[in-house]
């Protein structure tokens, strides 16, 4: 048995030891945010970018955020960078380029058109090409059947490359078009389900007045990639992209701990934080925001 002597002697070299240590020395290490697998939207960030584009990534990366879809593909660029380029600009801030946004006009594409499309996003060497928006005008069943027939299309070039297609949806998907509801009655029995991804935005179905876990028990598997963002306060059901009230993730009544736990049956892969409307002039804090709430209370 030790005598009290050498307890105090231990007690006095512990005591020494968590003086040295500083106050960490009685607190668990902090937490590696990279290792939740946050993604982010970089269209949340689009006015910070054009005026800093490694500086902006920076922050991202400081921040924790582990992958980044892109939302400007120009010319064979993206965001004025060729793909390799760009390609090594995040890989040096210790990020990845998991998807991008890439619009295929309702006029079509020829398949050379969709060949390049395809090769410099394999060069970026994303996982996903995202169809992220319909115009205005072409909004009716006519056009859609005509849109889906283009992107399978476009979807089995990119397969090609080894890149999975998809479509993003807002909230005007699920309106009643003379008794078509288009999301379930046109676009999900339509698309090459081998083929095309949904990339499921939960703050625009939510706004439509859908509830995103039984759309993943009526299509398990097919939602691969989800958009987060939260809404200030429940509202009525709204066809309309009014944005007025995205807010950061966490800080609305979306109950993601909810949905998150049916991330299975979805199919989900892989999900980015976006805000359409930069977090109302301070994205930097929006993103922030988002990203700490995710990591200490909605995905542990």
Not at 77 to 94: R, S
Not at 220 to 225: A, D, H
Not at 279 to 287: D, L, M, Q
Request: hydrophobic share 40%.
């Amino acid at each position: 048995m030790k005598t009290r002597r050498d307890f105090l002697k231990v007690s006095a070299a512990g005591a020494l030891g968590a003086m040295a240590l500083g106050p960490m020395a009685c607190t668990t290490a902090a937490v590696d945010k990279k290792s939740f697998g946050v993604g982010l939207q970089l269209y949340t960030i689009r006015d910070a970018i054009a005026d800093d584009l490694l500086g902006s990534l920076q922050k991202v990366s400081d921040m924790g955020y582990k992958f980044v879809e892109l939302a400007d593909y120009k010319d064979g660029k993206f965001y004025g960078k060729a793909p390799k380029e760009f390609k090594k600009m995040v890989t040096d801030l210790g990020m990845e380029i998991l998807s991008s946004h890439t619009q295929v006009e309702a006029a079509g594409i020829t398949m050379d058109n969709a060949q390049k499309m395809a090769d410099d996003h394999a060069e970026l060497g994303v996982k996903y090409c995202v169809q992220p928006w319909v115009n205005d005008e072409d909004r009716n069943i006519e056009t859609y059947k005509k849109m889906i027939a283009d992107w399978n299309q476009v979807a089995d070039v990119m397969n090609g490359v080894g890149i999975q297609f998809g479509y993003h949806n807002h909230n005007f998907e699920f309106a009643n078009l003379d008794g078509i509801i288009p999301y379930y009655d046109i676009f999900l029995p339509e698309m090459d389900k081998n083929l095309i991804t949904m990339e499921l935005d939960l703050y625009w179905a939510t706004k439509a007045g859908q509830d995103p876990v039984e759309m993943f028990e009526k299509y398990p598997g097919r939602f691969q990639l989800w958009h987060v963002k939260d809404m200030a306060e429940k509202s009525e059901i709204y066809y309309e992209v009014e944005k007025a009230d995205i807010t950061s993730v966490g800080a609305g009544v979306i109950d993601f701990k909810r949905i998150f736990a049916a991330k299975e049956k979805a199919g989900m892969k892989n999900f980015f934080v976006e805000d359409d409307n930069q977090g109302s002039g301070k994205p930097f804090e929006g993103i922030k925001t988002s990203i700490d709430n995710l990591t200490t209370r909605i995905l542990v």
